[in-house]
């Protein structure tokens, strides 16, 4: 579910973009980011119309990636512990499902205003966050879904930071044109914060300090491995066990390497291994908690 919301809103932002004039637009950072394509197929489907390329994402059956696929997955996984989650729960997830299968949306992308289409299921998606807080008891359930949310959300934080200074061959100095730092916030929800929080012009260096560091931004990479952090801890768990430990050692110390780094350390590091070694420790972490609370025995 998280996985789809961070779709919808990069799609969203992505698409505007396109239209703007004068923009050297290109859809290749977004399929990097959601698409497991090679290099061949992205360079495919970047050839298509904003159109098409929305459908692949949206609703194509064939793209692992499509929300129609993680919405049904989503609908699965739900129905295999229907137990433990909420009736309504359930039956927001279900509305959602029949929605995005619904044949009609498919024609709306292609025919209608495709930004009417996306605010449609991004409010779906709303309503499935809504209900979660509204109805789910605070016990492991709940917070098991808090894992995965905030897990998903960090490593796409760090995917879209990475990808977009990648363009940049990861130098602050390549691209001081304020409209692409805005449409890099656009495309994670944080160009309203920013300007609240800052106040200064699109400086690059404001806009990755928000991305990483500002616990007042819901998908900055701290505040959610701070909310990964927490959801762990809070499951009732045996605390001496193997399992537990050596999870809450590998977000302890991401956690840790994340709040007492700064912007020097950086540009010290170099943002491409900082990054780059971020998303293999989230890997390692979700590998982990596969292994140790999902996997068959």
Not at 68 to 80: D, K, M, P, V
Not at 142 to 155: A, D, M, P, S, V
Not at 194 to 200: A, E, G, Q
Not at 235 to 259: C, P, R, W
Request: glycine share 4%; proline share 2%; charged share 25%.
């Amino acid at each position: 579910m998280e996985r789809s919301d961070g779709i919808l809103r990069m799609l969203k932002t992505n698409y505007a973009y396109s239209q703007d004039d004068g923009t050297d637009f290109s859809w290749r950072s977004m399929l990097n980011i959601f698409s497991d394509g090679t290099e061949e197929q992205i360079n495919q489907i970047i050839t298509q119309s904003n159109r098409e390329v929305l459908k692949y994402l949206i609703t194509d059956k064939n793209n692992c990636n499509s929300v129609l696929n993680i919405i049904s997955n989503a609908r699965e996984n739900a129905r295999s512990v229907q137990d433990n989650v909420t009736k309504e729960l359930w039956q927001c997830l279900n509305d959602y499902y029949h929605t995005i299968r619904d044949s009609h949306l498919t024609q709306s992308i292609q025919y209608d205003d495709p930004i009417s289409v996306i605010d449609d299921l991004i409010r779906q998606g709303l309503y499935y966050y809504g209900t979660t807080e509204i109805t789910m008891p605070r016990g492991e359930g709940y917070y098991f879904i808090n894992l995965g949310k905030f897990l998903e959300r960090t490593i796409q934080s760090v995917d879209t930071l990475d990808v977009k200074l990648r363009e940049l061959d990861y130098s602050l100095e390549t691209s001081e044109d304020p409209t692409y730092w805005k449409y890099l916030l656009l495309s994670i929800s944080g160009y309203e914060i920013f300007l609240k929080s800052y106040r200064s012009v699109l400086e690059p260096k404001n806009v990755i300090d928000q991305i990483i560091w500002n616990n007042s931004f819901p998908r900055s990479i701290l505040y959610s491995v701070t909310r990964l952090k927490q959801s762990f801890e809070t499951i009732k768990s045996d605390k001496s066990i193997e399992s537990y430990q050596t999870v809450s050692f590998m977000i302890g110390k991401l956690h840790a390497n994340i709040k007492y780094t700064d912007m020097a350390d950086l540009e010290r590091i170099g943002f491409k291994k900082y990054l780059q070694s971020t998303k293999q420790e989230l890997l390692a972490i979700g590998n982990a908690l596969n292994h140790y609370y999902f996997a068959s025995k």
